[in-house]
């Protein structure tokens, strides 16, 4: 059959069209793929700077309930902010009693039981609901961000997200936020199988109602008489060079504190080594072999530990973290 001419070139001019058309959808594509996760970045950036603002700048009280290991704890929380400065009070409600103050750099915990002050600086991982920068960036640069459901937490309207680890070193974390002032009200970190390991929850909470600083002050003198102060610095250990250090630490963990500690059953201080993404922390212990210990993995609720022989040492990693971030910690520990 004789192909007619007038046919043949509207069949190719459409052929043309269509891998143009494909062309175009493929680029609008690409364009996609290289936009949306920028966008997204952008976003949780976002979130989490207006989270962190507003626990700051926000005065507030409520109920505050921690979830970790099968342990139940809840407390009281006052937040104020008066003229830029931050003054906070934690007081247990059920349990051995203590109170904790808050003040600008410093943290005091009372102990009315033992009669004891204790008294250190903050820490490299913020109190609840707060989100120090270290935070908010690791949440950005090692995990993909995700809209979860919309909820109600402590009575208010909430948007929940999800953080899922891109490198699998590292647990999930599910955050609700506070749809009108974006204030953090309940925060859960999840193993692999999305179960709990840890988990802050206000059950109720009162946002920019009227507190003063009474309220925020020690129910004690800042040293009771009779009772014990003890003034303690980062990681509550004697600061040191201890001669060992990680060489494989994961992407974002870096050593927050570094000393000796003395530990119940121990005849000798053990060499302590902190490294920290912000979110998690996990400790590393080094001492020298006496007897027979453990050897290998070993879970204790959220908490992984990996103990190994290091010539004549015994090396011990923990923390809420993977079991394969706690043994590549552990078996890269060596002498510097």
């Given at each position: 059959?004789?192909?007619?001419?007038?046919?043949?070139?509207?069949?190719?001019?459409?052929?043309?069209?269509?891998?143009?058309?494909?062309?175009?959808?493929?680029?609008?594509?690409?364009?996609?793929?290289?936009?949306?996760?920028?966008?997204?970045?952008?976003?949780?950036?976002?979130?989490?700077?207006?989270?962190?603002?507003?626990?700051?700048?926000?005065?507030?009280?409520?109920?505050?309930?921690?979830?970790?290991?099968?342990?139940?704890?809840?407390?009281?929380?006052?937040?104020?902010?008066?003229?830029?400065?931050?003054?906070?009070?934690?007081?247990?409600?059920?349990?051995?009693?203590?109170?904790?103050?808050?003040?600008?750099?410093?943290?005091?915990?009372?102990?009315?039981?033992?009669?004891?002050?204790?008294?250190?600086?903050?820490?490299?991982?913020?109190?609840?609901?707060?989100?120090?920068?270290?935070?908010?960036?690791?949440?950005?640069?090692?995990?993909?961000?995700?809209?979860?459901?919309?909820?109600?937490?402590?009575?208010?309207?909430?948007?929940?997200?999800?953080?899922?680890?891109?490198?699998?070193?590292?647990?999930?974390?599910?955050?609700?936020?506070?749809?009108?002032?974006?204030?953090?009200?309940?925060?859960?970190?999840?193993?692999?199988?999305?179960?709990?390991?840890?988990?802050?929850?206000?059950?109720?909470?009162?946002?920019?109602?009227?507190?003063?600083?009474?309220?925020?002050?020690?129910?004690?003198?800042?040293?009771?008489?009779?009772?014990?102060?003890?003034?303690?610095?980062?990681?509550?250990?004697?600061?040191?060079?201890?001669?060992?250090?990680?060489?494989?630490?994961?992407?974002?963990?870096?050593?927050?504190?570094?000393?000796?500690?003395?530990?119940?059953?121990?005849?000798?201080?053990?060499?302590?080594?902190?490294?920290?993404?912000?979110?998690?922390?996990?400790?590393?212990?080094?001492?020298?072999?006496?007897?027979?210990?453990?050897?290998?993995?070993?879970?204790?609720?959220?908490?992984n530990v990996f103990?190994?022989?290091?010539d004549g040492y015994?090396?011990?990693?923990?923390?809420?973290?993977?079991?394969?971030?706690?043994?590549?910690?552990?078996?890269?520990?060596?002498?510097?």
């Amino acid at each position: 059959m004789t192909e007619n001419p007038a046919i043949a070139a509207r069949v190719r001019a459409a052929a043309l069209l269509c891998r143009a058309g494909r062309a175009r959808r493929a680029a609008v594509v690409l364009a996609l793929l290289v936009v949306a996760p920028l966008a997204a970045a952008q976003e949780a950036k976002e979130l989490l700077h207006r989270a962190a603002i507003a626990a700051r700048s926000l005065s507030y009280t409520g109920t505050l309930v921690y979830q970790h290991t099968g342990r139940v704890e809840t407390a009281r929380l006052v937040h104020l902010n008066d003229g830029g400065s931050e003054f906070e009070k934690l007081v247990n409600l059920e349990g051995p009693a203590r109170e904790v103050i808050r003040s600008n750099g410093e943290v005091r915990c009372y102990y009315p039981d033992a009669k004891v002050v204790r008294i250190e600086p903050r820490t490299f991982r913020n109190a609840f609901p707060s989100l120090s920068p270290q935070q908010q960036k690791t949440l950005i640069e090692y995990y993909e961000m995700r809209k979860a459901d919309a909820d109600r937490v402590a009575g208010l309207d909430v948007q929940a997200w999800t953080f899922e680890p891109k490198d699998g070193l590292r647990y999930g974390q599910k955050l609700w936020f506070d749809r009108a002032t974006g204030l953090l009200l309940k925060a859960r970190i999840q193993n692999e199988r999305n179960e709990p390991v840890e988990q802050f929850t206000f059950t109720d909470i009162s946002i920019g109602g009227k507190i003063d600083r009474e309220m925020v002050k020690p129910t004690w003198p800042p040293a009771p008489p009779l009772w014990q102060v003890h003034e303690a610095g980062p990681g509550e250990a004697d600061t040191a060079d201890t001669g060992w250090t990680v060489q494989a630490a994961p992407p974002g963990f870096v050593r927050v504190a570094e000393g000796y500690r003395t530990l119940r059953g121990k005849r000798a201080p053990v060499a302590h080594i902190v490294y920290s993404d912000g979110l998690v922390a996990v400790s590393v212990f080094v001492e020298p072999a006496a007897g027979v210990h453990p050897i290998g993995l070993l879970q204790q609720g959220g908490v992984n530990v990996f103990v190994r022989d290091a010539d004549g040492y015994v090396v011990t990693a923990l923390g809420e973290a993977p079991a394969a971030t706690i043994r590549q910690i552990a078996n890269s520990v060596t002498h510097r």
